[in-house]
């Protein structure tokens, strides 16, 4: 939480390329003060026969779905900046090497998951500072 899960062509990034891609996904959260343990980030491989898009083969196409859970977007415009920025970070890695991508978020009810059994803490609670400082799901009050 989030989730981020890119559905790739088969052996289209290398490992150093996702340890960059993530991280710099990552840094995105972090800097809103968000722990780096919720950022998430899943490459899922797909074989060049497997990949279709418009009912034709693709191996030049990345899809990337979000899970928002802990923060959700107050405004269009707030929406549309993460967006902005978040394709910023993306671009090195799909815009300039020539792919096609598509970008979609889900936002799901923080109500309805739980880390190591613990209720997600509230936004700039103590309990999620505590969180940051620790950088893990532990008991709070």
Known sequence: M??????????????VDKKK???SITDIYTSIGLPAFYVIVLF??????????GGKANDKFVRVSIQ??????????VAKQFMDMYEAKLAPFIKDRGLDWEVAIELNDRNLCRLNGLPIPLSGSEGEKLWVRVNK???YE
């Open 137 to 139: 799901a532990v008991p």
């Open 68 to 77: 928002h859970i802990a923060r959700h977007f107050e405004s269009y415009e």
């Open 2 to 15: 989030p989730l981020h899960r890119f559905y790739v062509p088969e052996g289209l990034y290398t490992e």
């Open 21 to 23: 891609l993530a991280q």
């Open 44 to 53: 899922i491989p797909v074989k060049k026969d497997s990949y279709y898009v």
